[in-house]
C-alpha cells in the first residue's frame, strides 16, 4: 500500500468536454473530453466548462472529478491493440485527470488530496455503462472495464478554487486504508453477497450514499441487481 507521503504528482493537463449525440439513439454524452489549456476553476460540481449529458448518472458533487490510471493505458494496448488509436487520442474513458502511479490498487475511499488550490477526496469507483461501448466501437467494453477493475474513480470537491500547470497532487489524509478502491470493485463487481464484506461497505460514512444504498440493498435482497441496461449486456446471466 502506497503511504501518506509518497503520491506527490505534478499535474501537466485536465481534460473538458461538451456535448455530443452518440448511437443510434442519438443520446446525449459528455464523455469526449480533451486537454484544454490551465489554469482551471474547480467547484462543487467538478471542472468549470466540463460537461455531463446525463446528470441523473454523471457528474454532481459525489462525482465532480473522474480520474483515470495512466499506467492501465499500456496494459490496454497491451491487452487489445486494436484499440490503441482511441487510446491515443487521451481521455478516452472520458475522465478529466490521469496521472501514473495513482491505480485503483493504491488508492482508497475517503483519500484526501491537495491539487493547487483546490482539496479533493475520493467518494467511490465507476461503475462503466454502456457509451463506452459506442466510444470504443465494442459491445462488451463496459464489461471489459468492470471485469478488469480498471475503472478509474471520482472525487468529491472538499474545497472549491484553481489548479494550474505544475500544481501538485498530494495525499494528505488517509481514513480507511483497508478500502482500496480495487477491494470495492471486487465486491461489487463480483456478484458478492458477502455479508461482512457488504456490511463493511454499507457503513463506509465516506463512500458516496449511491454505493452504500446498493450494499445495503444486497444485504436485504440477498439478489445481486441487473447490469444489463448500465452495460448494455447482462454478463452475469
Not at 463506452?132 to 462488451?140: G, Q, S
Not at 482500496?180 to 463480483?190: E, K, M, P, Y
Amino acid at each position: 500500500m502506497t503511504t501518506v507521503n509518497q503520491i506527490h504528482l505534478t499535474v501537466s493537463e485536465m481534460n473538458v468536454g461538451g456535448i455530443v449525440a452518440i448511437g443510434s439513439t442519438r443520446s446525449p454524452t459528455g464523455i469526449f473530453k480533451r486537454a484544454t489549456a490551465g489554469p482551471w476553476l474547480i467547484t462543487n460540481d467538478g471542472l468549470v466548462d466540463d460537461h455531463q449529458g446525463d446528470r441523473k448518472n454523471h457528474g454532481g458533487p459525489e462525482k465532480a472529478i473522474h480520474q483515470y490510471p495512466a499506467d492501465s493505458y499500456a496494459t490496454w494496448r497491451s491487452e487489445y491493440p486494436s484499440m490503441s488509436s482511441i487510446l491515443d487520442e487521451g481521455s478516452a474513458f472520458g475522465e478529466n485527470l490521469c496521472l501514473p502511479l495513482m491505480t485503483e490498487e493504491n488508492v482508497c475511499v475517503g483519500d484526501i488530496y491537495r491539487l493547487g488550490g483546490v482539496v479533493l477526496q475520493i467518494s467511490q469507483g465507476r461503475q462503466p455503462c454502456w457509451k463506452l461501448n459506442l466510444k470504443f466501437d465494442r459491445p462488451d467494453m463496459a464489461w471489459l472495464v468492470q471485469k478488469t477493475g480498471r475503472t478509474g474513480w471520482y472525487y468529491r470537491v472538499i474545497k472549491s478554487g484553481s489548479i494550474e500547470v505544475g500544481s501538485v497532487m498530494e495525499l494528505v489524509e488517509r481514513p480507511h486504508p483497508d478500502w482500496t478502491i480495487a477491494r470495492l470493485n471486487t465486491v461489487i463487481a463480483s456478484c458478492s453477497l458477502a455479508r461482512d464484506d457488504l456490511s463493511e461497505i454499507a457503513a463506509l460514512s465516506l463512500l458516496s450514499e449511491s454505493w452504500r444504498s446498493l450494499a445495503r440493498r444486497r444485504l436485504q435482497s440477498r439478489v445481486v441487481e441487473s447490469w444489463s441496461k448500465r452495460l448494455g449486456q447482462n454478463p452475469q446471466n
